[in-house]
């Protein structure tokens, strides 16, 4: 499939996600700020050369959920900084050609947003209807069998009031009643609030979940279910959530929301992305809109639970291209502030072949802060456990993937001042051996390829912008595919294996190596009798013949 000739800017570009409370600390009180983010934006365009940032939460929050609990969308919570702060960030990151896209969390609000206060006063308040309220059963238990992510069931009990409220997430986090035209244009309100301030973007935190059943039905269930899934979430796995969330509607309210963001297109048009967790094609497909005027990009998480194998990840990949509406474009991610970071999943040597084929694959990239330099996962102590869901289901908790940033190998590991006291989750063992400052004077560092690698793909259209076509006859263990325009045709070869590998190409006989993933390898090459060592990929140039 090979898309149009005229692209915007977050199809072309790379974005870099990151976690405010990880990535710098200018204060020393061992969370990361938005002042941090503003000292190291050089480091994101100049020395890594990403295209735009994704900030994960920042707004007030009693930090239940580390943001995701909003208290006031409209502003910036003080452990963060302020919207002036906030203001500056934005401007600065323009005057770098960084684009800026930020986290919108429509589903709930933290249960001491004055909103629900006021909804929980009284059942005669003007907000009652903002949330989702319902009665007992006859036998005083929840209205339905719907239950929480993070455990248990999704109603909690008010007894001044006497009715349940629905929480998908956190008894903290009510959810919204997106049924309610005063909510939607609420929430709307703030999507102009931010983009009057200048955002880029957003992205959609749990998009799917905003409209459910309106009748509020059970979700039938399958106690079977949890054995097929590859992170089991305990008994949540065992219902289809097809009554709490994603309810057809949902897709009335993304077309609006479409059109919102594209009243604000001037000279740089706004993009959306959903998070999704939704892994039938057909049924994630629609999140593009029938006419592609709903989200410009529902996340593609496929690639984060794949077996690090050549035929699991193509068929991942050949998939994704066939769901696509025409037109639709294509995304991928190897890593988020809620998945085992990539080092640990597959290994230090294979996260290096992970980072080609992240930013070779057709579509946007999203790189997780970290990922650039192999941070890997670090055991929390149980006294130093931060996530609630890693309480309740420890092996979904995600503090060892939040971990600081580790920019040095002096103390703090550059992440606090010197002076700080204890940061907020401890720190990498390895910090003092994988680190930015480290890497940077390392010709064959992991951060050394990265940044060779999305320098190349800046300079040639074929990765940016052509066709993907995958190629057959290769050994099992690597994967091979084709980037190319009507100029430009460039050979992706994978291996997967620690073993060496002979392959045979069909097609020009040359080709010159423009980049491997060991940082050795250059020149002209026999595409007939091509030798691929193991854990290693190859960017080729084919030379017409």
């Known amino acids: ?80 900084g302020d919207l ?81 409220y629905l929480h998908s997430f956190l008894k903290e986090q009510p959810d919204l009643n997106w049924r309610n035209p005063e909510v939607k244009e609420a929430m709307f309100d703030v999507v102009r609030f931010w983009l009057e ?31 097929s899934i590859h992170r089991p979430m305990g008994d949540y796995d065992s219902q289809f959530h097809v009554r709490d969330s994603g309810h057809p509607d949902v897709h009335d309210v993304y077309r609006e929301f479409r059109q919102l963001l594209d009243s604000y297109n001037d000279e740089n048009p706004r993009v959306s992305i959903g998070e999704i967790h939704i892994f039938d094609w057909e049924e994630w497909a629609t999140y593009y809109g029938e006419d592609l005027d709903e989200l410009h990009m529902p996340f ?13 990840v193509r068929k991942v990949v050949d998939s994704l291209e066939e769901a696509l509406p025409q037109g639709a474009w294509p995304n991928y991610v190897l890593g988020n502030h809620d998945e085992p970071r990539l080092a640990s999943r597959y290994g230090r040597e294979e996260a290096r072949v992970a980072a080609m084929l992240l930013l ?27 996530d609630p869901w890693g309480e309740t289901l420890p092996q979904m908790g995600r503090d060892p993937c939040r971990t600081p940033m580790q920019w040095t190998g002096g103390p ?72 190319e325009t009507d100029e430009q045709r460039v050979l992706v070869i994978l291996n997967f294996s620690d073993r060496e590998e002979r392959v045979r190409i069909a097609g020009p006989e040359r080709g010159e190596i423009a980049l491997s993933s060991h940082l050795d390898r250059s020149g002209g090459v026999d595409l007939r009798a091509l030798s691929v060592r193991g854990n290693e990929g190859l960017i080729i140039e084919l030379v017409p013949s």
Not at 205 to 219: E, F, T
Not at 300 to 312: M, Q
Not at 369 to 380: H, L, N, S
Request: proline share 8%.
């Open 412 to 483: 703090n590991a550059g992440f606090s001042p010197a002076q700080t006291g204890e940061l907020w989750l401890p720190l990498a063992d390895d910090y003092q051996s994988v680190n930015v400052e480290r890497e940077l004077g390392e010709p064959a560092s992991l951060l050394n390829l990265t940044r060779r690698l999305l320098a190349y793909r800046a300079a040639i259209p074929a990765l940016t912008v052509g066709g993907y076509e995958p190629v057959d006859g290769v050994p099992e263990t690597c994967y091979a595919y084709l980037r």
């Open 84 to 164: 002036a702060t906030f203001d500056e960030l934005v401007a600065r990151a323009h005057e770098r050609n960084l684009q800026l896209l930020i986290d919108l969390v429509p589903n709930h609000t933290s249960d001491r947003h004055p909103w629900f206060i006021e909804s929980r006063s009284t059942r005669d308040s003007r907000k009652r209807d903002w949330y989702v309220w319902a009665d007992p059963q006859p036998d005083g238990s929840p209205p339905n069998n719907w239950l929480s992510v993070f455990g248990g069931s999704a109603w909690e009990w008010d007894e001044a009031t006497g009715q349940y």
């Open 300 to 312: 593609n998480f496929a690639l984060l639970n794949v077996d690090w194998r050549a035929e699991a």
């Open 360 to 386: 070779t694959l057709r579509g946007t990239p999203t790189i997780y802060y970290g990922d650039e330099i192999g941070m890997v996962d670090v055991p929390i102590p149980p006294e130093q456990l931060q």
């Open 1 to 80: 499939m090979t898309p149009s000739t005229s692209h915007l800017w977050w199809q072309t570009g790379v974005i870099y996600q990151i976690y405010p409370r990880s990535f710098k600390d200018t204060t020393g009180n061992g969370v990361g700020d938005l002042r941090g983010i503003i000292e190291k934006l050089d480091y994101l365009s100049d020395t890594l050369g990403v295209d735009a940032i994704w900030l994960s939460p920042f707004y007030p929050s009693p930090m239940a959920d580390f943001g995701y609990d909003v208290a006031d969308y409209t502003d910036v919570d003080p452990l963060f």
């Open 197 to 227: 301030r200048d955002v880029d973007g957003f992205r959609v935190d749990v998009a799917h979940y905003i409209m459910k059943d309106p009748q509020l039905r059970d979700n039938p269930l399958d106690p079977e279910r949890a054995k």
